[in-house]
């Protein structure tokens, strides 16, 4: 029995029946040619016959004396792990993600191994579906996603041993990895001995909020409707876009894919609270979490955050993207202007008002922020499993009380898939979220073929401010220009 | 806003993770000649188009000052409560009950009216399915299980509201109806009153128990496997048996058709658990619930329990089915010695101990009984539903913590349903238990072929200690006998 370190063990403690606190990743795949009708079913009898676990997925979570521990599942049954599914007919995308907004408000069996994967047979083009669901306790959601792609190949011939089968010494970081709460309170810890560095991060709290200050600040998110208690059912919605189309927007702009990333969800989040008659007058605030890897040769794991004004209070699509591309460009200065220790130290600070007032629902009044976006490093290059080659990926992620929807994307060969998951009740018809995104692109791409070429003397300042942090610019811009041959090895904080 | 009885919110209370307290009724339909492969999805859309739901599938739970109560659920959403599922190749019985026992074993959102329907296509023969969960602080699992009926029609060419939809203030009675549990405790209040009467019930608990004595009483019970801490996952295995083939072996032997029941449970436990080398030197003890309803003119809901000896440490089957004929008739004439309400105080007397040992876990060590075995009236003749004829229909029930398997069965035509539902976790390899009942049901009927017409002496003796308590012996063979016309409308208790 190995004890669970205090931050994994929140997430045992936090969760709750309207609350459950596993991420997952959702796999699309094309069968390889000349499978037959039974191409999943032979999938999944090779996987049942796999039925010793390796660590994590053989470790199970046991209170004892007050304390949440890890021990090895002496009862290990792949039978409860693995399931093989289908959809009914007319078996479109529709129902896929139906299935999965239902798998996903499930609480696992806290008995056994924090893990399920799920074989789904039945989509009318022939594909295959594939979703892993992880606790929070056992893995974050980038480990999350890279050890769901671990046991993918390169090679269409070659069939690895799945996920909880395989050696993941080699591929994966040491296990139990460090969570983004575990960095965070360590960074706290560390910053014990720096207060006189975090005055000013202090400082900007009390500072009266402006809507059109580019840097955003806690606690100048307005209320809104995603800020309230959840309930225990999810929906998730997702939807694939071009790289290229993202890059495209970029260059006319100056903006980082991650910019274009936020501009077309803030578009779609203005039109969806705009159709409910709920916009705030003033922007909704996202905390992104970004990357500080590179800045050691060590090839750490830490991470900061950024708060983006998201200009949803703004109609214009292009004003709104330059407006989000100076609040990150803010944002990633005041990193760039701190010592290491002070970056993580002033997202620590950033991060710690939020509990408190979850915790007590004054969330709702005083949100910190009013949702989540991140990016997860996805699958580089074209991946098969046991010859079926990936279409799609999808990270599915947790919303909890007072942040009743998350999105994070995540990069899959040359497109950028984006993944909604909220609160079923807290955010209700969240497919329309397809829709609004669909529209939220094509306003910025006809606002662009209009425009003249204006942004570019916006472009080399944003750059200019980008290059005093490349390491943070590079780290957001993780899934753009990734060459096939490597792997996304670099981490931004989980979902 | 309605305060929940307290006994109800008892069900919310004890729920846990690892202890869903919801009860469900499994039906397999053939679809009508002609059917297209649409069938269920059009089954689907229609019942979709109901958006509005009557009492008690519009009231979701609130606690509000400590006290549980119900509301009408203002955002009602249908697409939340009734999914369309499909069954992986090959689409045996066997996908069917694994699936089932997956959504058996997930919780329900408590924001929500704590009710779920799965219409459930894909099985190989063309047949489909339909699983509706039901909060047992809702409705009790003889109520559920008439509510599910209760949209059926005996005319294939009626199309009825679904379920949620439609007016059951004539079908069904009123709503809350008191469940088991607000039973005993109204019980245990009468019973203060009655005190002395209850004398021999006390004594019973103190008397040295003998495994020869055909008198079951509490603490006479074995430690056993099925009598451990429970985890959250479910496996819930069904099998359908004719009716005339028990009859025949009651018939030769002066059995009820529910002392053929508890023997053929009997032998399948005895075979379950000799292959784990758990089989207990004293007989496993069933408490089963009997109905009192005839006893007043009323048509009350009374119910009353009795313990039965299972003599799972006899091998012969014919002795075994003696002891337990022996047994029950033992407990129907302690029953009729008594007034009406000193048997329902007696049978609460015989529960109570039960609830501090649950939740001390000491009921391992010193279990009141060893699992509960019941008998819900299922429906009578032939149903159909938008013109698909009912086949099969099983009772999905709750294990809790220190009874880790329950035992349902519910008849069906001329057939009776036996329906296991389990925590996989502790019992480990149910699906076995199919092979143990066929085995079970065989090794009765060639040794009675084999045997002297000699039960026959004990048959009379038994016959005429069950005409002592002949309004007992009559519900608990409710679903005997039964003439097509006749709804079931007699009950005995939730399981």
């Given amino acids: 029995m190995k004890p669970m370190s205090l931050q994994n063990s929140m997430f045992m403690v936090l969760e709750g029946r309207q609350q459950p606190m596993h991420v997952a990743a959702l796999h699309i795949y094309t069968p390889p040619a000349g499978a037959g009708e039974d191409h999943v079913q032979q999938i999944f009898q090779g996987w049942r016959k796999h039925v010793k676990a390796g660590k994590p997925f053989n470790q199970r979570p046991v209170l004892s004396m007050g304390q949440w521990n890890w021990e090895t599942d002496a009862d290990f049954d792949v039978d409860y792990h693995l399931s093989h599914l289908a959809l009914p007919r007319p078996g479109r995308i529709r129902e896929l993600l139906m299935l999965v907004s239902r798998l996903h408000g499930a609480l696992m069996d806290r008995s056994r191994p924090l893990w399920e994967a799920y074989l789904i047979e039945g989509l009318a083009d022939g594909r295959f579906a594939l979703y892993v669901k992880l606790h929070h306790a056992l893995v974050d959601g980038v480990t999350g996603m890279r050890l769901v792609t671990s046991s993918l190949s390169e090679n269409p011939g070659e069939s690895k041993a799945p996920l909880w089968a395989a050696r993941h010494s080699q591929t994966a970081p040491a296990w139990p990895a460090k969570s983004l709460a575990e960095k965070v309170v360590d960074a706290v810890q560390t910053g014990r001995n720096i207060i006189p560095g975090l005055g000013s991060g202090l400082l900007d709290l009390l500072r009266p909020a402006d809507p059109d200050d580019a840097r955003a600040l806690p606690y100048q998110a307005p209320p809104s409707p995603l800020n309230v208690a959840i309930s225990g059912s999810r929906r998730f919605v997702a939807q694939s876009y071009s790289l290229n189309r993202m890059r495209r927007i970029g260059k006319a702009t100056g903006a980082t894919i991650n910019d274009v990333t936020l501009a077309v969800c803030a578009g779609a989040l203005r039109r969806y609270l705009t159709a409910r008659d709920s916009l705030p007058a003033k922007p909704l605030i996202a905390m992104v979490p970004v990357s500080l890897h590179g800045e050691t040769g060590k090839g750490g794991n830490q991470v900061a955050i950024i708060l983006a004004n998201l200009a949803t209070h703004v109609a214009d699509p292009l004003d709104r993207l330059q407006r989000i591309v100076a609040s990150t460009a803010a944002g990633k200065e005041r990193l760039s202007s701190m010592a290491r220790v002070e970056k993580i130290a002033h997202s620590a600070m950033m991060l710690s008002p939020m509990l408190p007032g979850m915790m007590t629902g004054r969330a709702g009044k005083r949100p910190a922020f009013n949702l989540v976006i991140?990016?997860?490093?996805?699958?580089?290059?074209?991946?098969?499993?046991?010859?079926?080659?990936?279409?799609?990926?999808?990270?599915?992620?947790?919303?909890?009380?007072?942040?009743?929807?998350?999105?994070?994307?995540?990069?899959?060969?040359?497109?950028?898939?984006?993944?909604?998951?909220?609160c079923r009740r807290a955010v209700p018809a969240l497919q329309r979220m397809v829709d609004y995104l669909d529209e939220s692109f094509a306003e910025l791409e006809s606002a662009l073929s209009a425009a003249p070429p204006g942004p570019a003397a916006k472009r080399s300042r944003r750059t200019a401010a980008a290059s005093a942090v490349p390491e943070a610019g590079a780290a957001m811009a993780a899934n753009a220009g990734r060459t096939p041959r490597r792997r996304a090895v670099r981490k931004t904080p989980p979902a």
Wanted: hydrophobic share 40%; with cysteine; aromatic share 10%.
């Fill in 374 to 422: 991140s990016n997860v490093p996805g699958p580089a290059g074209t991946l098969y499993l046991n010859g079926a080659r990936l279409d799609e990926a999808y990270p599915v992620s947790i919303p909890v009380d007072f942040l009743a929807l998350n999105i994070t994307v995540s990069g899959c060969g040359d497109s950028l898939g984006f993944g909604f998951t909220a």
